[in-house]
């Protein structure tokens, strides 16, 4: 089956820890973006990855990091710099054509001890 | 700075009423459009896209779009409460980085 996988579905981060949050992508789509929702906050947009070996940062990349090593893979590490990191990890892909747009993946919900 | 505004709601419909979502927005370059749906814990689904002006049906669902007053909007028919969910506007400009403006959501809840 085609899709994206993010693992874990729940992730407990320790104080002053980094954790990573697992992205795969079997769709052949070139793009991959990072997600974090919050109650009543909407999508923001955390990093993205065009090609392989490239990524940007999104609006609230401090205290996150990525790579994009692999076309198929996008991991998310959230660093101990992110002080406030409890939140939904939504990661996506595309193609980079005009007319499609981003699937989801199921998410990750990150929660601090 | 692009926008993209939605009613928070919730939208409280009767079973087998029509639904009515809207979405505006700001950047008058826009060129692709799309509704998603996400239910309570769940994931973003998309459900509708629209390109041009008009309507496009596909089953219960209608999306509309009017580029001229900057607005998409998505129409249910016979919402069953299984629609009861969040619905995000989600607006992209042609080229570039292909990044789509989210609205925030609207909540819709469809009672029996």
């Known amino acids: 089956d085609g899709g994206i996988t993010q693992s874990p579905k729940y992730l407990f981060r320790k104080e002053g820890q980094n954790v990573t949050l697992s992205c795969e992508q079997n769709l052949n789509h070139d793009a991959m973006y990072w997600y974090r929702q919050d109650p009543g906050q909407g999508l923001r947009l955390i990093y993205y990855s065009q090609i392989v070996n490239d990524f940007q940062k999104g609006d609230i990349a401090e205290g996150y990091s990525v790579s994009r090593e692999k076309k198929e893979s996008f991991p998310l590490t959230v660093t101990s710099a992110q002080k406030n990191p409890t939140a939904f990890y939504l990661c996506a892909s595309r193609m980079n054509t005009n007319v499609e747009t981003q699937y989801f993946g199921p998410g990750t919900r990150l929660l601090v001890l | 700075q692009k926008e993209v505004e939605q009613n928070s709601g919730p939208l409280s419909v009767p079973e087998g009423a029509i639904a009515s979502l809207n979405c505006t927005y700001s950047?008058?370059?826009?060129?692709?459009f799309f509704w998603y749906r996400q239910y309570s814990g769940k994931s973003p689904e998309l459900i509708m896209s629209i390109y041009s002006n008009g309507d496009k049906e596909d089953g219960r669902f209608t999306a509309q779009l009017n580029k001229a007053s900057q607005y998409v909007s998505l129409l249910i028919r016979d919402s069953q409460p299984s629609d009861s969910a969040t619905y995000l506007c989600?607006?992209?400009?042609?080229?570039?980085?292909?990044?789509?403006?989210f609205g925030r959501g609207t909540s819709l809840i469809v009672h029996p």
């Open positions: 950047d008058r370059v826009s060129q692709s």
């Open positions: 989600a607006v992209q400009l042609s080229g570039g980085s292909y990044i789509p403006t």
